[in-house]
């Protein structure tokens, strides 16, 4: 058991939405009464939370995929990845088209047009390439139209998917690559039926995760994450949180789920720091 | 034809704004096909039904969309507060006094507008599976009823019931009337405004005091629980200490002492002002049908519908437009911010 702390842990988290105040100010909430309390500052991009964290500015950061990797390269392999939520250990990108255009794979897109998300976005840009690229398809075969609405926020927005969905409807685009959040919250009540298809979904990736360095202790670390686990959907009170950042249950992390991005990021020359 | 891209708008727009705020979505895009507009707004409700947003309004060329779910206006409310867990009767509106703060203008001169034995007996039936915990009976006075015996016996073969009284007829045939009510399942509410009699006299007329405590002493005495409510102009609410202090010595427990404040309803030339805008209501019958509450069963803005049964249909209607008027209320502090 760890003893009642006075001095909260910092945890860093981006701005990418005005829900964001309220989710984190419903985290210190909760864990103040833990034996783990916890205080939360917001940045305006991933490339300041990281440094932010290597830094010791703040001892756990709340990491899109692209963040954690970055960090994981940059502390050569030190940092950890705590816990994600259960939505982030099954993530998608997912390729759609106007319906009815009879696109069936990835080979459809050869020769058209692509419209992709943020060029920081994993899930819109830099895996959609990669499998592009593993599937034999170069940047050279498509016509990439890059929908740059909101980097730095590595996706989270879904502002720059919202945009590539446009493109497709606008007939500028012949398809596009979202992440498969975006596609669920589009097709809710079959609303797009008729207007918009997949034709190809990923295989599931690892997202979001809380990172730290060694230098967070693991007692306080394994400590906090009992507590985070015991975050319950049923509790009216915690679902409010749990509900806002898109989860029903924190989990731990899937490392084998980090592998495509980690191949990604080496292949496609992306900088440490965006 | 349908608009997809207004739901790629909408999504944008409301991952702009904190859960809770609202944005008006403009649904026309370019096109005065009617058709075409509603379709469009289709499309935006079956969305929100799905994705857990709320289209609070919808207009000829808008829709007003929340982002989240409404809150739960009843799920807010104290469970003695949510509409239809209380009901109100008003068996009568004459009265032997002439309160000059009656809130529905009693006095012996009053029609008296009585709701009848059979609609009574109705409704107490029907209160409880529709989810009535406590039935209320008022007036007027309603032991100037020759059958008052006989309402209060059937609502209390159902439910805990209050009946409201004035306490200065416990004589002859009403007072064995009175003695034939269910002391188990009836407490008696008798109307006292001060521990002296200038006050109450004075609203309420010469000697209704000493004969309302009379009153309670008799109900008292004769085994009734006893309720005391007391009508204040607001100002004189919170100076209540040596009233409360002379109840005490008539034997009214601190839960039975009720104290409400001089509503601008009826009679009264001045008082608290209650909308449906700012009052929670309490589902209330009368004879000419179904009002807001009890306060203002004579203001024709606060009156619901006409038909009373079924009861319940009648409480689900009460209930809706409370929510409505919650809703706009919100809806006017996002566009009003106080700071």
């Known amino acids: 058991m760890i003893p009642a702390s006075t001095v909260p842990r910092l945890i860093g988290s981006v701005a990418y939405s005005p829900?964001?105040?309220?989710?984190?100010?419903?985290?210190?909430?909760?864990?103040?009464?833990?034996?783990?309390?916890?205080?939360?500052?917001?940045?305006?991009?991933?490339?300041?939370?990281?440094?932010?964290l290597i830094g010791g500015t703040v001892d756990l950061a709340w990491n899109t995929n692209l963040a954690y990797?970055?960090?994981?390269?940059?502390?050569?392999?030190?940092?950890?990845?705590?816990?994600?939520?259960?939505?982030?250990?099954?993530?998608?990108?997912?390729f759609v088209s106007r319906a009815g255009t009879g696109f069936d794979g990835l080979e459809a897109v050869r020769g058209r047009r692509l419209a992709l998300g943020s060029r920081d976005s994993a899930q819109a840009a830099i895996l959609p390439l990669q499998y592009l690229h593993e599937a034999g398809i170069g940047d050279d075969d498509v016509?990439?139209?890059?929908?740059?609405?909101?980097?730095?926020?590595?996706?989270?927005?879904?502002?720059?998917?919202?945009?590539?969905?446009?493109?497709?409807?606008?007939?500028?685009?012949?398809?596009?690559?979202?992440?498969?959040?975006?596609?669920?919250?589009?097709?809710?009540?079959?609303?797009?039926?008729?207007?918009?298809?997949?034709?190809?979904?990923?295989?599931?990736?690892?997202?979001?995760?809380?990172?730290?360095?060694?230098?967070?202790?693991?007692?306080?670390?394994?400590?906090?994450?009992?507590?985070?686990?015991?975050?319950?959907?049923?509790?009216?009170?915690?679902?409010?949180?749990?509900?806002?950042?898109?989860?029903?249950?924190?989990?731990p992390p899937n490392l084998d789920g980090y592998g495509s991005l980690i191949a990604a990021v080496a292949e496609q020359g992306i900088p440490d720091r965006w | 034809m349908v608009n997809h891209g207004l739901v790629l708008d909408l999504i944008d727009r409301l991952g702009r704004i904190p859960a809770g705020s609202t944005v008006t979505l403009d649904v026309m895009s370019g096109t005065a096909d009617a058709g075409e507009i509603a379709d469009n707004i289709d499309m935006i409700a079956t969305w929100c039904r799905a994705s857990g947003n709320a289209l609070v309004e919808s207009r000829h060329d808008a829709v007003v969309v929340r982002h989240g779910r409404s809150p739960d206006t009843?799920?807010?409310?104290?469970?003695?507060?949510?509409?239809?867990?209380?009901?109100?009767?008003?068996?009568?509106?004459?009265?032997?006094?002439?309160?000059?703060?009656?809130?529905?203008?009693?006095?012996?001169?009053?029609?008296?507008?009585?709701?009848?034995?059979?609609?009574?007996?109705?409704?107490?039936?029907?209160?409880?599976?529709?989810?009535?915990?406590?039935l209320i009976l008022t007036g007027g006075e309603p032991f100037l009823l020759p059958d008052i015996d006989e309402l209060v016996a059937s609502c209390t073969a159902h439910l805990p019931t209050t009946l409201l009284t004035n306490g200065m007829l416990f004589r002859g045939a009403r007072l064995e009337r009175l003695r034939r009510m269910d002391r188990e399942r009836l407490t008696l509410q008798i109307s006292l405004d001060s521990a002296t009699p200038e006050?109450?006299?004075?609203?309420?007329?010469?000697?209704?005091?000493?004969?309302?405590?009379?009153?309670?002493?008799?109900?008292?005495?004769?085994?009734?629980?006893?309720?005391?409510?007391?009508?204040?102009?607001?100002?004189?609410?919170?100076?209540?200490?040596?009233?409360?202090?002379?109840?005490?010595?008539?034997?009214?427990?601190?839960?039975?002492?009720?104290?409400?404040?001089?509503?601008?309803?009826?009679?009264?030339?001045?008082?608290?002002e209650l909308t449906v805008e700012s009052l929670i209501p309490e589902v209330t019958i009368t004879a000419d049908g179904v009002w807001w509450h009890p306060v203002s069963a004579t203001d024709a803005s606060q009156f619901v519908r006409r038909e009373i049964f079924p009861l319940a249909d009648a409480i689900a209607d009460v209930r809706r437009r409370f929510v409505r008027h919650r809703e706009a209320a919100d809806r006017a502090a996002d566009w009003f911010p106080c700071s």
């Open chain 1, 19 to 52: 829900n964001v105040v309220t989710v984190w100010e419903g985290m210190r909430a909760y864990f103040t009464g833990t034996d783990t309390p916890i205080d939360f500052v917001l940045f305006s991009n991933y490339g300041r939370l990281v440094d932010a």
């Open chain 1, 69 to 94: 990797v970055r960090t994981l390269l940059q502390t050569k392999g030190a940092c950890r990845a705590l816990a994600s939520r259960d939505t982030d250990v099954v993530f998608q990108s997912v």
């Open chain 1, 143 to 251: 016509t990439l139209m890059r929908i740059d609405s909101d980097v730095g926020k590595h996706g989270d927005t879904g502002r720059s998917e919202l945009d590539a969905l446009r493109a497709v409807l606008d007939d500028r685009a012949d398809a596009a690559a979202i992440g498969v959040n975006t596609w669920q919250a589009i097709t809710r009540g079959e609303i797009m039926t008729g207007a918009i298809e997949s034709f190809w979904m990923s295989p599931e990736y690892s997202h979001c995760t809380f990172t730290a360095l060694p230098a967070l202790s693991t007692e306080w670390a394994e400590a906090w994450l009992a507590d985070l686990f015991a975050m319950d959907w049923e509790n009216p009170d915690h679902r409010a949180i749990l509900e806002l950042e898109g989860l029903r249950r924190w989990v």
């Open chain 2, 74 to 134: 009843l799920a807010g409310l104290h469970p003695d507060q949510v509409p239809g867990t209380r009901l109100w009767m008003y068996t009568n509106f004459d009265c032997n006094l002439h309160c000059d703060y009656c809130c529905v203008s009693s006095s012996p001169q009053a029609d008296r507008r009585a709701l009848g034995a059979d609609r009574v007996a109705r409704l107490a039936e029907e209160a409880e599976p529709a989810g009535v915990r406590q």
């Open chain 2, 199 to 272: 006050q109450h006299d004075a609203h309420r007329g010469p000697h209704s005091w000493e004969r309302a405590v009379a009153g309670i002493g008799l109900a008292l005495d004769e085994g009734f629980d006893v309720k005391v409510a007391a009508t204040l102009p607001a100002e004189q609410t919170h100076e209540v200490a040596p009233f409360k202090a002379f109840l005490g010595t008539l034997g009214i427990r601190p839960e039975n002492q009720v104290i409400r404040a001089v509503a601008h309803q009826g009679a009264a030339h001045d008082g608290i």
